[in-house]
């Protein structure tokens, strides 16, 4: 079990808190001893990861909020300042990808500019709206949040930002640009944000996950019967550790980049937690 006493009492907020991973890294830090608010979009979700908190003995709140509208985002602030005191981790972890910015094969094909399939979507198919809303998901849904919760942790000691990137942010995954695109922003705006909020104090570090099996992802990685798909082989293939992650092999890197006492001259860094997966070339 791990050990970090310098997050007992301390206030952390975590949106996408939902989710398999996110809702893994408030339980994460909650045993550590930290008052945590859970915020996702889908309220009951946050809720049910408060309640699991709540339950071991932990404190959480659950926060309906959208991270997309910067009055959502007040608003929560302001219960959280009531409930449990104001931020000193925030957790930037809501996004996604949408099918809409999403293509259906991997490579473009001459036969699909002369074959019109209504199955198969190229990139000339995609929607621009549908990226605009997987950028902003992942882009904008980090910048909103911390714009908000940023202020108050400015006017203390030891805060820290935790942004959530992806393996998309070193190399584009196929089929997925605007989620990788977006991810790759997340990254440049962590080194951003990183030297823009070092003279007071605030470390912004990121985390990127490898492949994890999530509900997000589930259609994408396994078929209806159970068996993996062609992407989840091709996954695998390119992972040296050969399986998927496990949520709670992400606890160790979050909680170091929290507790300054372990990570209190690292900002601007992205840690890869991926099983090998950015650093095999394939040969």
Known sequence: MFNHENIKGRVAVVTGGGGVLCGE????????????AV??????????VADEINAEGGIAIAVG????????????????????G???????????????GTTTKETLEKIDLIEKNDDIKTFFDLDPQGISFVFNLNFLGTLIPTQVFARDMAQKENTCIIMVTSMNAYRPLTKIPAYSAAKAAVQNFTQFMAVHFAEVGIRVNAIAPGFFS????KALLWNEDGTPTARTGKILAATPMKRFGEPKELEGALLFLCDEEYSGFITGTTIAVDGGFNAYSGV
């Not at 890294?25 to 945590?36: N, P, R, S, T, Y």
């Not at 915020?39 to 049910?48: G, P, S, T, Y």
């Open 65 to 84: 909020c959208n991270v997309l509208e910067t009055e959502s985002m007040q608003k929560a602030r302001d219960i959280i300042a009531e409930k449990l």
């Open 25 to 36: 890294f408030a339980k994460a830090l909650a045993k550590q001893g930290a008052k945590v």
């Open 39 to 48: 915020l996702d979009l889908n309220e009951a979700a946050a809720q049910k």
């Open 214 to 217: 999530t509900n997000q992802n």
């Open 86 to 100: 104001t931020c000193d981790i925030l957790l930037n972890g809501a996004g996604g990808n949408n099918p809409k």
